[in-house]
């Protein structure tokens, strides 16, 4: 996740609190002091309670597919004089087991808590769309929600992806556990295998474009 710092024309930075929230790490911002929540992107407590931050389009994904798609990128040195394997996650098995360590508001049993899921809002309306349910599906997969047809483009050998309106500008979405997604967002709709063909069926496909070039510029 990844949000603009800038309020109301003033700069800010934001930075990790050390506090929970729906086992969710609260970020806070060094100017006002108020305590954010990532995964809903609003205030939780402070002057700025019930504002909400501006997110902005990321990809979640693996060092060797970055690097695939991006031969000369730039990436931190390891060399940081502090003495930490930065090859092994300090968290062991924690992505792949069922534990969850802090309470939540919600919790659902339809998938495994660490199912990972993509995760999008549109119009007051959310999507969840785990890769259980992409693993029967081809890329790129094309929805419409909130009254707005978007494509999910998807790796479900690194399980990420992006999401584009009908013009091809990627739109800000959350890679995430189902666990945390669901405590934010209980009222989400799920992507599921049954009901996309019919879906499918009820859509006019001339709504969506047969091609997208996306050029970025620096």
């Known amino acids: 996740m990844a949000f603009r710092r800038d309020f109301d024309g003033a700069f800010t930075t934001l930075g990790v609190s050390g506090l929970l ?6 970020l806070y911002d060094r100017k006002s002091k108020s305590l954010w929540s990532q995964v809903m992107g609003q205030a939780v407590s402070g002057p700025r309670k019930g504002e909400r931050l501006v997110s902005v389009p990321i990809e979640h ?6 690097k695939k798609q991006h031969p000369q990128t730039k990436v931190l040195s390891r060399d940081t004089g502090f003495r930490r394997d930065y090859g092994r996650s300090p968290y062991g098995d924690y992505d792949q087991n069922g534990d969850i360590y802090f309470p939540l508001s919600f919790r ?36 419409v929600l909130g009254g707005k047809q978007i494509i999910l483009e998807f ?18 979405s959350i890679n995430a556990f189902w666990f945390a997604w669901y405590a934010f967002h209980p009222e989400t709709q799920i992507f599921s295998n049954s009901n996309y063909g019919l879906h499918r069926r009820k859509t006019d496909r001339s709504m969506f474009p047969t091609s997208i070039g996306i050029l970025l510029k620096k």
């Open 155 to 172: 790796n479900l050998e690194t399980r990420n992806g992006v999401i584009r309106d009908a013009k091809g500008n990627v739109l800000p």
């Open 61 to 66: 994904t693996t060092w060797a597919d970055w």
């Open 21 to 26: 929230y729906n086992s969710d790490l609260l």
């Open 108 to 143: 659902s049993s339809q998938y495994h808590p660490k199912e990972r899921v993509i995760g999008i809002e549109i119009n007051g309306n959310f999507k969840a769309y785990p890769f259980v349910e992409l693993f029967q599906q081809k890329s790129p997969l094309e929805d």
